[in-house]
T-cell receptor
Framework: GENVEQHPSTLSVQEGDSAVIKCTYS??????FPWYKQELGKGPQLIID?????GEKKDQRIAVTLNKTAKHFSLHITETQPEDSAVYFC????????FGDGTTLTVKP | GAGVSQSPRYKVAKRGQDVALRCDPI?????LFWYQQALGQGPEFLTY????????KSGLPSDRFFAERPEGSVSTLKIQRTQQEDSAVYLC???????????????FGEGSRLTVL
């Protein structure tokens, strides 16, 4: 089955800096790669996604890149704000979504 | 509300008790997923329904876990003879489309936190 590894597990940045989270996956059949943000006591919420026929996608301060050959994808958040503090999960989808173990992002004011 | 609703939000069970967790998906969503999330980890897949059909139950940890969606809407996850290792947050998610593979956005509920003493 699919295996997703996510790094780093924790990330602390100053407000205004950029944050990068990286994931690798194992199943070449995966063709949909969403990123979710989870706040304490809530369910994950989709923030951006990318499909396998696209290499990069951007939405305001958030961007995702995908390298299908290397089987890795990354989340980039620019101009971070304290409200960006949360746990972020990547996922790779081949029939069902397999999630990484999450990155706890802390943005210090 | 228009989101995915789960109940109960919190459940404490004594070891050996049976529990039932309910999920009300977004109206009209074809696909429904159950995930288990242990503390500090990502959600792990349990089972998937397309309408009333359970198409994948490969993630259910044992035969003590059972899920149903009899009318293609509300779903129930049942855990029999609960054990301490069943303690986790159980997340339900729905998606508008079906298809295999499912490449639609998952809308998650807030989860049911199960604690087995």
């Amino acid at each position: 089955g699919e295996n997703v590894e996510q790094h780093p597990s924790t990330l602390s940045v100053q407000e205004g800096d950029s944050a990068v989270i990286k994931c690798t996956y194992s199943d070449s059949a995966s063709n949909y790669f969403p990123w979710y943000k989870q706040e304490l006591g809530k369910g994950p919420q989709l923030i951006i996604d990318i499909r396998s026929n696209v290499g990069e996608k951007k939405d305001q301060r958030i961007a995702v890149t995908l390298n299908k050959t290397a089987k890795h994808f990354s989340l980039h958040i620019t101009e971070t704000q304290p409200e960006d503090s949360a746990v972020y999960f990547c996922a790779a989808t081949a029939g069902k979504s397999t999630f990484g173990d999450g990155t706890t992002l802390t943005v210090k004011p | 509300g228009a989101g995915v609703s789960q109940s109960p939000r919190y459940k404490v069970a004594k070891r050996g008790q049976d529990v039932a967790l309910r999920c009300d998906p977004i109206s009209g969503h074809v696909s429904l997923f159950w995930y288990q999330q242990a503390l500090g980890q990502g959600p792990e897949f349990l089972t998937y329904f397309q309408n009333e059909a359970q198409l994948d139950k490969s993630g259910l940890p044992s035969d003590r876990f059972f899920a149903e969606r009899p009318e293609g809407s509300v779903s129930t996850l049942k855990i029999q003879r609960t054990q301490q290792e069943d303690s986790a947050v159980y997340l339900c998610a729905s998606s508008l489309g079906g298809g295999n593979p499912n490449t639609g956005e998952l809308f998650f509920g807030e989860g049911s936190r199960l604690t087995v003493l």
